[in-house]
């Protein structure tokens, strides 16, 4: 299977060209016929569609470069040299590391990453930066055709090779596949649970701690004749019903995890469940979080190559996103029926990390 770059660089260059170009010429003539300030704001506007401008060129340069990608039973075929499989540690799709000013709310698009076996070589200098024999061959940003396609071409014809979960998590190599529907039935996993007559107790009391206030603002509002006063009371006894509110929601939908022959699914207290498939899962590791100094053990979900998780609390390992779904001591007994049940169903993806 063949993937090319030229077209996506190309539009992208023209676009930023054509639109940068009119730009430069107008706001030359402009600064041009004018003077004082007029003529700073017209530089300033010059200076942009320039650098606009030579972005695009510098775009447009890109495609004198060589480039060729083929996926096949036999290998890899680059500009430069023929990869055959038996020369391939392992090829990834690797996200670059958040910047300090990401919003987290999704990874930056991949790179394809090459990891060649010990005693193999490319005809090119590696990247700066780069782990031994590894070589970036790809940014997706430029693909021309849909990355989903690179994933499958990946899955068929790298096989085990193909990384799908941070190295040190589970290393590139053959392994067992275990179908999750073999796992029996599902397991649900509560972080606190309530007898029905503590819930109905909860439910009454937050019924009355909101009724009473909003009743005294009505009825001292009829007794003094002063709408006022009683739309004031009620502003303040607001607050306090919306707290009350989410309290009971918090204990009458509390905390609930479900693994079973499906995926995963989760429901943050008082929230709407998010469930993910596990064809959409890589991994699936218990213990402490990567790269920080949090000690409590979590259970943490790796995005499979190609997927997107719905689970908020995003970040980048190694190249690959992953999502913090719950502290283990949120569960009973410190969640420690919960490895039993991830190994019964991806024994092969998952990860205890102690």
């Known amino acids: ?33 004018t003077t004082g300030e007029r003529r700073t704001g017209a530089l300033a506007l010059l200076v942009l569609c320039a650098g606009l401008l030579l972005r695009g060129v510098l775009e447009l340069r890109r495609l004198r470069r060589p480039f060729r990608l083929r996926l096949d039973g036999t290998g890899l075929t680059l500009h430069d040299a023929e990869v055959p499989w038996q020369a391939v540690e392992s090829v990834a799709l690797r996200h670059p590391p958040r910047s300090a000013e990401d919003d987290g709310s999704s990874p930056s698009p991949p790179r394809l990453v090459l990891r060649l076996a010990p005693g193999a070589e490319l005809p090119r200098k590696p990247e700066r930066g780069a782990a031994p024999r590894e070589h970036t061959l790809l940014d997706c940003t430029d693909l021309d055709q849909p990355q989903a396609e690179l994933v499958r071409a990946l899955r068929e014809f790298a096989g085990h090779r193909f990384e799908i979960a941070p190295r040190h998590l589970l290393p590139p190599g053959p ?46 509002g009829r007794a003094l004749g002063s709408a006022p006063l009683a739309l004031l009371d009620a502003l303040f006894a607001a607050p306090l019903c919306w707290a009350t509110v989410r309290a009971a929601r918090r ?45 409590h053990p979590h259970l943490v979900v790796y995005a499979a190559p190609g997927a997107v998780l719905p689970f908020p609390r ?34 092969d993806r998952y990860t205890d990390l102690g």
Request: aromatic share 6%.
């Open 1 to 33: 299977m063949e993937f090319t770059i030229s077209g996506r660089i190309r539009r992208r260059g023209l676009r930023l060209v054509g639109w940068s170009a009119p730009g430069v010429l107008g706001c030359a003539a402009w600064a041009a016929a």
């Open 175 to 220: 392994r067992d596949a275990r179908d999750p529907r073999l796992g029996g039935a599902e397991r649900q996993f509560t972080g606190r649970r309530a007898n029905p007559a503590v819930r109905t107790a909860v439910a009454a009391t937050a019924a009355a701690i909101c009724a009473v206030p909003l009743a005294g603002a009505l009825a001292l």
């Open 251 to 295: 204990q009458l939908c509390p905390l609930r995890l479900r693994i079973g022959p499906d995926g995963i699914g989760l429901r943050d207290p008082a929230e709407a469940e998010v469930f993910a498939p596990w064809s959409d899962i890589g991994a699936v590791t218990t213990g402490r979080l990567p790269h920080t100094a949090e000690t």
């Open 314 to 347: 995003g970040f980048v390992d190694r190249g690959h996103p992953g999502h913090v779904l719950l502290r283990l001591d949120h569960l009973p007994d410190r969640g420690r029926d919960l490895p039993a049940a991830l190994r019964t169903f991806v024994p």
